[in-house]
């Protein structure tokens, strides 16, 4: 007899351009099946479910949930709580007074923790449930899967981002630091490698978390790139650390902890003016500029991969497929196949929940202050269609007419 109830949709973490992708994908596939009878979408993720926030998403016309999809950020808000035991009960309480039987939670791996703790609970308390986490960060670094839904989107920014600066940077000669997302993986920083068209073009050197970075290594590269070329762009992960593991930017500020006992990095420039103030004070070069790209990088409309939607809307849709058709719980994980297509399966939520995926050591140069050329071919079709070309004049110069 297959399963009868509610099912309940959330939306946990940071948000990205294509997240409604997943949480429409859910909702139009959940209202396929009989058996679910009604849609919600719990406002801030578990904090909704808890506090009975809900919507009733069976109520929304297709052509509203069409457009929402294609709008960046969290439709259905969003929570940084971590459920624990004490936590789970309440949801529960819900669920039951709810008759909520299925569970679908939208977010990266700390949201898998959240899925696989309920699924547990679920059981020891024999309540039947079916809880799939659908798969979301512009981290990149969920284990398992090929790559995560909002990391395309959030990739073509920075590779476009990185387009402007070089050009910019190339009229009017300097250092330029930008500073990108990334905690633990460098997947968004190298994502930057991708503006690099012709000969000379930056960001001429690339630091990522997962290699120590050591300021006299740095200040060397910058002076070997800027002698060579007269200018020098740099694309830096916030979560850079040295060699004891310990993050550059903690050299600055005091420490701060987020709610899950992370080292605060985002919200703050400060790693970006430390490495200027570094290159101005010793190797004396007076143009250093720093950008921190933030949350600019999430949810910026008019900048979204159309892989990455196409992806997106699928994970939902796969997730119902799986809790329905085969009753089963878990995590969507995407698989790539051929030169490039995904297949899309279901992994055990503890192979995925609370577990951080790193830059593989192929992806990274050996003297780790840029990427190889196998990154590059593994990002460049997550970032879609259609990125701007960029034009070189090639018209030939004059002679001078004045011997100066």
Do not use: W
Not at 44 to 66: H, K, M, P, W
Not at 173 to 195: D, K, N, Q, Y
Not at 302 to 310: A, I, L, T
């Amino acid at each position: 007899m297959k399963l009868q109830g509610k099912a309940v949709i959330a939306q946990g973490g940071g948000p990205t351009a294509v997240i409604n992708q997943s949480l429409v994908g859910a909702v139009l596939e959940s209202r396929k099946f009989p058996q679910i009878t009604r849609v919600y979408g719990a406002l801030n993720g578990v904090a909704g479910i808890i506090n009975e926030n809900f919507l009733d998403l069976s109520q929304e016309t297709s052509e509203n949930l069409e457009l929402v999809a294609k709008t960046p950020s969290s439709a259905l808000l969003s929570t940084r709580d971590k459920p624990d035991a004490a936590y789970c009960k309440k949801i529960f309480n819900v669920f039951k007074a709810h008759d909520i039987r299925y569970f679908f939670y939208i977010g990266g791996n700390d949201s898998a923790d959240t899925v696989r703790i309920v699924n547990e609970e679920a059981k020891l308390s024999d309540y039947e449930l079916r809880a799939i986490h659908v798969p979301k960060t512009i981290d990149n670094d969920l284990t398992v899967t090929d790559h995560t839904p909002g990391y395309g989107s959030a990739a073509r920014f920075v590779a476009q981002a990185f387009m402007g600066l070089n050009l910019d940077n190339k009229a009017l000669p300097g250092v330029h630091i930008g500073v990108v997302m990334g905690r633990h993986a460098g997947f968004l920083t190298a994502a930057s490698s991708v503006a690099q068209k012709y000969s000379g073009d930056g960001p001429h050197l690339i630091y990522l978390p997962e290699r120590p970075f050591k300021v006299e290594d740095f200040l060397g590269d910058v002076k070997d790139v800027y002698d060579r070329y007269g200018r020098c762009i740099i694309a830096v992960s916030e979560g850079i650390q040295d060699e004891k593991g310990e993050p550059i930017v903690t050299r600055l500020l005091e420490r701060e902890e987020d709610e899950h006992g992370n080292v605060q990095l985002s919200g703050t420039g400060a790693l970006g003016d430390l490495l200027a103030r570094y290159v101005k004070e010793k190797l004396e070069i007076q143009r250093v500029r720093a950008d921190t790209f933030g949350y600019l990088q999430r949810s910026f409309a008019g900048c979204v991969s159309d892989v990455d939607q196409q992806e997106a809307r699928m994970v939902g849709k796969k997730a119902v497929q799986f809790a329905v058709e085969r009753n089963v719980d878990g995590s969507v994980t995407i698989h790539r196949t051929g030169e490039y297509s995904v297949d899309y399966k279901l992994t055990p939520l503890e192979e995925v929940a609370a577990k951080t995926k790193l830059m593989p050591a192929e992806f990274i140069n050996d003297q780790g202050n840029h990427v190889t050329d196998a990154f590059k071919q593994y990002v460049t079709p997550l970032l879609g269609s259609d990125l701007p070309g960029i034009g070189l004049l090639k018209a030939p110069q004059l002679e001078k007419m004045l011997k100066v």
